[in-house]
């Protein structure tokens, strides 16, 4: 590590390629082309990895990309609500088994975009765009009265890794209304270089436009320079697809530590306050503490 702060070791500079995926098909189709080249890509991954989850020749840190929802934030419910009323209005599921399902299937709505969940889940792309609305309305009016806090230490995180020169984004696959809205509940607007919502990329989670967006949006030069953070599979498939140099998975979300080093991760940590230490600032604890 150079005097201030930045990485010299640490990247590595295997490049990690993704398959291509058409522009005009719909997320379902681009990810039933691809899936099967994830997991080749995770596999690469993993032998990579030392024993410490770490790569062997890393190259100079400049951007990290943090996911919102389980990552950085902890939502206390909050899909759950905004899905009950998204699937009230546009009559979604009405057994109580069925609705069950579908919940659990919702929850992919923060890390996937809500057009897509709701498309998977209605097969009508008019009561999708009905559904995917109601959403992201309900999920903005309820963050705006509470029901999220920040993962204990990662607004000190994010501000450590911006006071030695590296680029943070936060990502979302929430809608930009619902990202503003977020971000507004826990006083988050200006505290990264930038936030993306799906709606800035294209596409959301497990493909790599939020992380590529990213990287052109702060002026990154290299994939290589940028560690991706997240709490799912879809979080690690989007990382690992943009080629980031570090991929990261944390244990705040709804998964496990296997679970993630199975979709590709490089490391897993318990939370996203420990990734200065993963990424070697140990001697510069506190820096970015308020």
């Known amino acids: 590590m150079t005097p201030d702060g930045r990485i010299t070791s640490e990247?590595?500079?295997?490049?990690?390629?993704?398959?291509?995926?058409?522009?005009?098909?719909?997320?379902d189709e681009d990810w039933d082309a691809f899936d099967d080249g994830l997991d080749?890509?995770?596999?690469?991954?993993?032998?990579?990895?030392?024993?410490?989850?770490?790569d062997d020749d890393l190259a100079d840190l400049e951007?990290?990309?943090?996911?919102?929802?389980?990552?950085?934030?902890l939502d206390d419910g909050l899909v759950e609500r905004a899905f009950e009323r998204a699937a009230d209005a546009a009559g979604i599921a009405p057994a109580p088994a069925a609705r069950q399902?579908?919940?659990?299937?919702?929850?992919?709505?923060?890390?996937?975009s809500p057009l897509a969940v709701f498309r998977t889940l209605t097969g009508d792309d008019d009561q999708a765009q009905h559904a995917a609305a109601v959403f992201s309305s309900a999920y903005a009016d309820i963050a705006a009265v509470g029901g999220l806090g920040a993962v204990p230490g990662?607004?000190?995180?994010?501000?450590?890794?911006?006071?030695?020169?590296?680029?943070?984004?936060?990502?979302?696959?929430?809608?930009?209304?619902?990202?503003?809205?977020?971000?507004?509940?826990?006083?988050?607007?200006?505290v990264a270089d930038v936030a993306l919502s799906a709606d800035d990329a294209g596409r959301a989670r497990p493909f790599p436009d939020l992380p590529l967006t990213a990287l052109l949006r702060?002026?990154?030069?290299?994939?290589?320079g940028m560690v991706v953070v997240g709490d799912t599979p879809a979080d690690i498939a989007s990382g690992i697809a943009a080629g980031a140099?570090?991929?990261?998975?944390?244990?705040?979300?709804?998964?496990?530590?296997?679970?993630?080093?199975?979709?590709?991760?490089?490391?897993?940590?318990?939370?996203v306050a420990d990734l200065p230490?993963?990424?070697?600032?140990?001697?510069?604890?506190?820096?970015?503490?308020?």
């Open 154 to 190: 990662a607004e000190d995180v994010i501000r450590l890794l911006r006071a030695t020169g590296v680029k943070v984004a936060l990502v979302t696959g929430l809608s930009q209304t619902a990202q503003d809205a977020v971000l507004a509940a826990v006083g988050w607007r200006d």
């Open 218 to 224: 702060t002026g990154t030069s290299s994939v290589e």
């Open 63 to 73: 951007l990290v990309v943090l996911s919102l929802a389980g990552t950085t934030l």
């Open 40 to 54: 080749d890509d995770a596999a690469v991954r993993a032998e990579d990895r030392g024993d410490d989850g770490r």
């Open 277 to 290: 230490e993963l990424l070697g600032y140990h001697d510069l604890a506190g820096l970015g503490a308020r």
């Open 245 to 271: 140099g570090l991929v990261v998975g944390v244990l705040t979300g709804a998964h496990d530590e296997r679970t993630l080093l199975d979709a590709g991760a490089d490391a897993v940590l318990p939370s």
């Open 101 to 112: 399902d579908a919940l659990d299937f919702a929850r992919q709505a923060v890390v996937r």
């Open 11 to 27: 990247f590595d500079d295997v490049t990690v390629e993704a398959t291509g995926f058409g522009t005009e098909s719909t997320d």
